[in-house]
């Protein structure tokens, strides 16, 4: 049985820096994260794929956002800096990726409880 389990997170001023980590159970491999404000669709934000080597980003994060994955490939983290009150969301991380469309909620199998980010402006 996969789970995620997520910590990190918090509250901080715009243009501060938070970072969110992921650990896996019972997977290994590409994992991701996403966010949701209420009322909006989940977006997805980050993902590194298996291997360590391909990572990519939602244009809204590119620059100040670092996503990275352990050797194991067991557990993700994210780094955010530079953060506006627009980051401000609950940040979900992600595993199982079944598609290539890997910002597509759809794509995904396993999710973790999600995190609160809030930026204050």
């Known amino acids: 049985q996969v789970q995620l389990v997520e910590s990190g997170g918090g509250s901080v001023q715009a243009g501060g820096s938070l970072r969110v980590s992921c650990d896996a159970s019972?997977?290994?491999?590409?994992m991701g994260w996403f966010r949701q404000v209420p009322g909006k669709e989940r977006e997805g934000v980050a993902v590194a794929y298996m291997g360590g080597n391909r990572v990519y980003y939602a244009d809204s994060v590119k620059g100040r956002f670092n996503i990275s994955l352990s050797k194991r490939e067991t557990s993700v983290s994210l780094q955010m800096n530079s953060l506006k009150p627009e980051d401000s969301a609950m940040y979900y991380c992600?595993?199982?990726?079944?598609?290539?469309?890997?910002?597509?909620?759809?794509?995904?199998?396993?999710w973790g409880q999600g995190t609160q980010v809030t930026v204050s402006s």
């Open positions: 019972g997977y290994y491999g590409t």
């Open positions: 992600v595993a199982g990726l079944t598609d290539s469309n890997w910002y597509l909620k759809g794509a995904w199998i396993y």
